[in-house]
Structures are given as structure tokens and as C-alpha cells.
Nanobody, 117 residues
Framework: QVQLVESGGGLVQPGGSLRLSCVAS????????MGWYRQAPGRQRELVAL???????NYADSTKGRFTISRDNAKNTVYLQMNNLKPEDTAVYYC???????????WGQGTQVTVSS
């Protein structure tokens, strides 16, 4: 069974930084996309950033210029470097992977990020 395991969440002050990691194991085939989504209390889950197997990236407008997504294909790992964090970034962050055979769509269990003074 495919597993996505996130790490790196925690409590940070406004303006601080965190780096999230997500490792995919027991994959069923090549991973096409890996990404990060987040869900704050009372809100819908939303895209944070996405990266293709060729390195193409896509960011939510709210995270452009502050967050950077990267990927190590050999390790089936995706990272999210988050800088200049704001209280509105507080949410549970979920790792997502799309892999073959389609429509292989898998989620991690989530990691809490809290931005507060």
C-alpha cells in the first residue's frame, strides 16, 4: 500500500521559516506530480504548491515568493521550504502524490503548522 509520510511541521513565530518533507514509499509506478495542500479550521483544503516530474512548479498566489517546492525523484521525496510565515499560513499541511497507474491519487496524514507569537 502506498504511503506518504510528512515531517517538519511545528510552531513558529511570524516571519520565521519551516521546511516540510514528504517521502513516498511502496509506490505503484512513476510519480507524475507531488504537491502540498493545506486546510485551516472551517476552510476547504487548498493547493499550496505542486511540482511535476520534470521540475515544473505551480504555486498558490498567497505563497508565491515565500514558499519553494522541490523534489528528489530518486528518493521519491518532496520538500516545501516556507519562509516569512504569517499567521494565516496556520493549517494542517498534506502531502499529495499522483502516480501511475492513473488515477493513483494518494495523501499523507498531514502535519500541523502553527504560526503564532
Amino acid at each position: 500500500q502506498v504511503q506518504l509520510v510528512e515531517s517538519g511541521g511545528g510552531l513558529v513565530q511570524p516571519g520565521g521559516s519551516l521546511r516540510l518533507s514528504c517521502v513516498a514509499s511502496r509506490t505503484t509506478g512513476s510519480i507524475l506530480f507531488m504537491g502540498w495542500y493545506r486546510q485551516a479550521p472551517g476552510r476547504q483544503r487548498e493547493l499550496v504548491a505542486l511540482i511535476g516530474s520534470d521540475g515544473t512548479t505551480n504555486y498558490a498566489d498567497s505563497t508565491k515568493g515565500r514558499f519553494t517546492i522541490s523534489r528528489d525523484n530518486a528518493k521519491n521525496t518532496v520538500y516545501l521550504q516556507m519562509n516569512n510565515l504569517k499567521p494565516e499560513d496556520t493549517a494542517v499541511y498534506y502531502c499529495n502524490a499522483i502516480m501511475r497507474p492513473l488515477p493513483g491519487n494518494y495523501w499523507g496524514q498531514g502535519t500541523q503548522v502553527t504560526v503564532s507569537s
